[in-house]
């Protein structure tokens, strides 16, 4: 049985392609900085409990990410796909932006996915393994005053290509950059909270509908399914094709 790693995996985006991943044959450690989130995934998901790790991790933290990898091996012998999917975002004004602000989101954004292929790329090579880094459309278009995630997810990019290239042929690396994806649900009890979409909302996407974390997680499973190891230093965006549409107000 495969052994998948995925950060932030108690909340959004993650905590569904757990789901995915689970459905789907593989063990999986999740790697969750939010101690609150990672308590209540551990509740939802004890009917699976053989099949997951709870590991408490901040991912801007080395001495956090080595002890992960250690943990993770010990307790399942292997590490076939990493996804790093832990991000946060702070939404100021560049005046009121603090260096410390901007180093958090940098730190977890992309200096962790550094450190988690970095702890786990000697496992991954051993079993032919992949690494998927969830990037943004905010890697090529922005909203105001989201400096640092929008920086974070450019560097994902990059990243992602001299991982490729470094680390092939014994492992692939790929990114998935999501666009509108409705996760207010998705979060942990006390800040849950569905959003009401509007039909134009939907209407924007030409695809006809805001996106949905089961979007991602499927694109997550394509891409380390070993058959797809013809695909290595990409990066596919998922967003209804909303990218795409020239607006004019």
């Known amino acids: 049985m495969k052994t998948a790693i995925i950060t932030g995996g108690g909340q959004g985006i993650g905590r569904v392609a757990t789901q995915y991943l689970l459905t789907h044959g ?8 939010d101690t609150d989130a990672l308590a209540e995934l551990r509740e939802a998901f004890k009917a699976s409990s053989a099949q997951i790790l709870f590991v408490s991790c901040d991912v801007s933290s080395e001495m956090n990410v080595k002890k992960a990898a250690e943990q993770t091996i010990s307790h399942f012998g292997q590490i076939d796909a990493l ?32 450190l988690c292929a970095k702890h786990t790329a000697s496992y991954l090579a051993a079993q032919k393994g992949s690494i998927i880094n969830i990037g943004s459309t905010r890697a090529f278009q922005s909203e105001t005053d989201t400096f640092a ?12 290509h001299s991982m490729a290239v470094s680390l092939g042929p014994d492992i692939r690396v790929n990114t ?46 394509f891409l380390i399914a070993p058959e797809n190891s013809f695909i290595t230093g990409q990066n596919f965006v998922v967003d209804g094709g909303m990218s795409r549409k020239m607006i004019y107000v």
């Open 26 to 33: 593989y063990r999986v450690a999740i790697w969750e900085a």
């Open 83 to 114: 996804i790093n999917n832990a991000a946060i975002m702070i939404e100021k004004p560049l005046n009121s932006l603090t260096l410390d602000e901007w180093n958090r989101v940098i730190g977890t954004n992309l200096t962790g996915p550094f």
């Open 149 to 160: 995630y929008s920086a974070s997810k450019g560097g994902i990019l990059a990243l992602t």
């Open 176 to 221: 998935i950059s999501p666009g509108w994806i409705d996760v207010s649900g998705l979060k942990k009890k006390a800040k849950a909270k569905s959003d009401e979409l509007r039909p134009e909302d939907h209407s924007q996407h030409p695809a006809g509908r805001v996106g949905q974390a089961d979007d991602i997680a499927r694109m997550i499973l």
